[in-house]
């Protein structure tokens, strides 16, 4: 048995160990492989911010509207939302997760 000297440890997640798409040949699937996991890492990173309201609206008719996603100046994320009074919003993204669901305009 040899000392191979001092050694840094590698964590059980890869911590410390940054690929890039740039460290392997482009187009190759190592490639895009790095590159999909950095976007998903960035999306991750993302600061949401999620206003749901359900304050009872004339025009609103018990109907759930979920806004699209703007991204401000500063890279973060902001949506406005809105769903029937007395529903929650777990009762909400239940229903809009159910095959079919259709956004109302």
């Known amino acids: 048995m040899t000392n191979k000297g001092a050694q840094q440890?590698?964590?059980a997640t890869g911590a410390g160990?940054?690929?890039g798409g740039g460290d392997y040949e482009l187009g190759?699937?190592?490639s895009r492989a790095a590159a999909l996991?950095?976007?998903a890492a960035r999306k991750l990173s993302e600061r949401r911010i999620d206003v749901v309201s359900s304050v009872l609206r004339p025009d609103a008719n018990g109907k759930i509207r979920i806004g699209t996603w703007i991204e401000g100046d500063d890279g973060s994320l902001f949506r406005f939302s809105t769903i029937?009074?007395?529903m929650t919003v777990e009762?909400?993204?239940r229903t809009i997760s159910q095959p079919g669901w259709k956004p109302t305009p």
């Open 37 to 39: 996991s950095l976007m």
């Open 17 to 19: 160990l940054r690929l």
């Open 84 to 86: 029937p009074p007395g």
């Open 9 to 11: 440890p590698l964590g």
């Open 28 to 30: 190759s699937p190592q």
């Open 91 to 93: 009762e909400a993204e």
